[in-house]
């Protein structure tokens, strides 16, 4: 069975940091894409990060461009997010997404984990 | 402001069926195969229901399909039942160089 959980979200002040983490198992996660996507409150999906199955291609949305660094470990299964100089529009629940192909569908997603960043 | 545009809301009666408009352009919807949907209930993660615009996953069920027409995919949901109340969300693989794959704003299903 996949599975896929994300941790360490929280409440930071704005311009803090955090490191998201996304354990998985059930699957070879070598071998697959994987993505981040975060969900504002009452809002609709956006897509934050992309990461090839070897991690030496990445791609993020403008909006945290500069500021977001997305990496992988697949010897330990784990997919991560580094989120620096936080915004307020930060806030959201953050979900890792596992990836069919480039470009596919997402075919199977973590629970997420919400991010508040206030002061 | 999100790339792809869906309704807001759609709704109908248990039974009856409804569809849901997601339009694009040709560097997205129109340009590629990559279009697939899901279905989120409140407090959930999103669940992949469509791929490839037309291709259902394995558990799916069959009250669900997908289509395209130029720039604009298509989500049906035949024979309307509780469940399916849910938001929708499309999403597409795009060729823009400043991103990767755009969503949908989003569709609120109401089963009346």
């Known amino acids: 069975e996949v599975q896929m959980e994300e941790s360490g979200g929280g409440l930071i002040q704005p311009g803090g940091s955090l490191r998201l983490s996304c354990s998985t198992s059930?699957?070879?996660?070598?071998?697959?894409?994987m993505n981040w996507v975060r969900q504002a409150p009452g809002k609709g999906l956006e897509w934050v990060s992309y990461?090839?199955?070897?991690?030496?291609?990445?791609h993020y949305a403008d909006s945290v461009k500069g500021r977001f660094t997305i990496s992988r470990d697949n010897a330990k299964n784990s997919l991560y997010l580094q989120m620096n100089s936080l915004r307020t529009d930060d806030t959201a629940v953050y979900y890792c997404?596992?990836?069919?192909?480039?470009?596919?569908?997402?075919?199977?997603w973590g629970q997420g984990t919400l991010v508040t960043v206030s002061t | 402001h999100s790339a792809l545009t869906q309704p807001a809301s759609v709704s109908g009666s248990p039974g009856q069926s409804t569809t849901i408009s997601c339009t694009g352009t040709?560097?997205?919807?129109?340009?590629?195969?990559?279009v697939s949907w899901y279905q989120q209930h409140p407090g959930k993660a999103p669940k992949l229901i469509i791929y490839?615009?037309?291709n259902r996953p394995p558990g799916v069920s069959n009250r669900f399909s997908g289509s395209k027409s130029g720039n604009t995919a298509s989500l049906t949901i035949s024979g309307l039942q509780a469940e399916d109340e849910a938001d929708y969300y499309c999403?597409?693989?795009?060729?823009?160089?400043?991103?990767?794959?755009?969503f949908g704003g989003g569709t609120k299903v109401t089963v009346l």
């Open positions: 997404a596992r990836e069919l192909e480039y470009g596919g569908p997402f075919d199977d």
């Open positions: 059930g699957f070879p996660f070598r071998g697959y894409r």
């Open positions: 990461i090839s199955s070897s991690g030496s291609t990445k």
């Open positions: 040709s560097s997205d919807v129109g340009g590629y195969n990559f």
């Open positions: 490839d615009v037309s």
């Open positions: 999403k597409s693989y795009t060729s823009n160089n400043t991103r990767y794959v755009v």
